[in-house]
């Protein structure tokens, strides 16, 4: 489980750094979000909303882990991961419908994301079956 928690880390990180090329204006925001960003103002709600809930998911990822001292209970830690695990699913589908290329290429990363939770929440309930 150490090794799918590092590497989606390193995910995380990857996608963080995406979203900030988007607000530096290296990535123009036109061929994100299917789109559907009518200007800048909302690119910064869409992409500061997209970093918190990564570095969100990656403090969840620490506690998990241990990397962090455990502030909420691994029953939440884990119900939070399984909610990741329906958005990514979701998201995934989403991406492989998405009008460009672009965007259809990012169901790749959702779908390696899918799977790295999915073996972090299963290999937990090999070794705890009383944990969710």
Sequence with gaps: MRIAVKLMLWLIIAVII???????KIVPY???WGGRLKNESEMYVFET???AINLFLGLILLVKENYVR???PIRAVNLILWIFLLIFGFNTVGNLFAKTNFEKSFSIIT???????WV??????RHNPKII
């Design 18 to 24: 995406f979203h900030l090329s988007i607000i530096l």
């Design 30 to 32: 036109e061929i994100t």
């Design 49 to 51: 909303i997209s970093i």
């Design 70 to 72: 455990q502030a909420i």
């Design 111 to 117: 779908l390696m994301a899918s799977a790295l939770i």
């Design 120 to 125: 972090i929440l299963k290999k937990n309930k």
